[in-house]
């Protein structure tokens, strides 16, 4: 199991800075996200201060831009990184496609899809140098002369899906090169739900898991004292109320028997009372969603509470270590077999 950081910011030279003790605590890859600026400017920014760490992007949100801005910025931030990006991508949901982004919202699963294959014909013709031709329901792309294409580059550049629906999940395992994971799922929805949809799509593509990474970021609750856990639980416990009360995220809530909190906390966020998001929430509800110990403990929870599902894990809110050597050590263990 490989062990990624995630990176929550909006300053874009802190970004750097936090990606490069990244890189020398000997994570494996770096992730951008669109958490108020925008994530390919970071994964620049990233690739620029780093030499080793592989980077991508989880997640730029596909539909509110369309596969040819997205082309040119994965085919940059692939040129600039020696080939050391991912390209990680998510279909965000309706509100935000239309409200946020003023974006076209159809078939999010039809358009992401067509999204994949529609790079990925963008990419060849500029390895190749052959006509774009690429038409779709969805999009369509046939004007590509030489003045507008990049630099050329032979870096593949993989293409992965975030998911949480089983048709989503589905789509992802039959046409991309690895699946992201919400945070906000839980064991039993990855074995009713999650899993059996990703079978599906392999069987559709004739493909197996060996054709796939499989990413499952985890609340990681950590602190060296009982009262730094316990702080770190609360703001876990916070998050995971607000994932809660989106109606899309219902039947993971389902898979743990608690389906009836959605629409009491979809009320508190209509009305604006963040602050009682996690007061309506049982005790327990916290153990189905993460772990909680010291920095070391976090390899073995993080084995028992997955198992051998993920391919690669992060920690969502980061590691609160300030020692290179003890990261080290903790990472190396996520790496070894269970």
């Not at 390899?299 to 992060?314: E, Q, V, Y």
């Amino acid at each position: 199991m490989r062990i990624d950081t995630t990176l929550i910011e909006k300053d874009l030279l802190v970004s750097g800075e936090r990606a490069v003790r990244a890189e020398e605590s000997g994570l494996d890859a770096v992730w951008c996200t669109e958490t108020g600026l925008d994530v390919f400017l970071q994964a620049y920014e990233v690739a620029r201060q780093t030499e080793s760490v592989h980077l991508g992007t989880a997640i730029a949100v596909a539909l509110a831009r369309t596969p040819m801005t997205v082309a040119y910025s994965a085919w940059n931030v692939a040129d600039v990184s020696d080939g050391r990006f991912t390209l990680g991508l998510g279909s965000q949901i309706k509100a935000h496609v239309e409200r946020r982004y003023s974006m076209q919202w159809d078939r999010p699963v039809s358009q992401m899809r067509e999204f994949v294959l529609a790079l990925r014909a963008i990419w060849s013709s500029w390895r190749t140098g052959e006509r774009l031709e690429f038409e779709g329901e969805h999009y369509t792309h046939t004007l590509m002369s030489p003045f507008w294409a990049p630099r050329p580059h032979e870096h593949h550049i993989p293409i992965h899906l975030a998911a949480v629906g089983p048709k989503m999940v589905e789509m992802a395992a039959e046409v991309a090169d690895g699946i992201i994971l919400h945070a906000f799922t839980n064991p039993s929805y990855l074995d009713e739900v999650t899993f059996p949809a990703i079978e599906r799509g392999l069987a559709k593509a004739g493909r197996t898991f060996d054709d796939i990474e499989i990413s499952i970021p985890m609340f990681m609750a950590m602190g060296d004292t009982e009262e730094e856990v316990a702080k770190r639980q609360r703001e876990v416990i916070a998050q995971l109320a607000f994932y809660g009360s989106t109606p899309a995220y219902r039947p993971v809530l389902d898979a743990i028997g608690h389906g009836d909190l959605q629409p009491e906390l979809t009320a508190l966020t209509k009305s604006g009372d963040w602050d009682r998001l996690a007061e309506v929430v049982p005790a327990d509800f916290i153990d189905n969603f993460a772990i909680s110990g010291s920095p070391e403990e976090m390899p073995t929870l993080a084995r028992k509470h997955l198992g051998k599902r993920a391919d690669r894990t992060s920690s969502y809110y980061g590691w609160p270590v300030g020692d290179p050597d003890r990261l080290g050590a903790i990472f190396e263990d996520f790496r070894q077999e269970n």
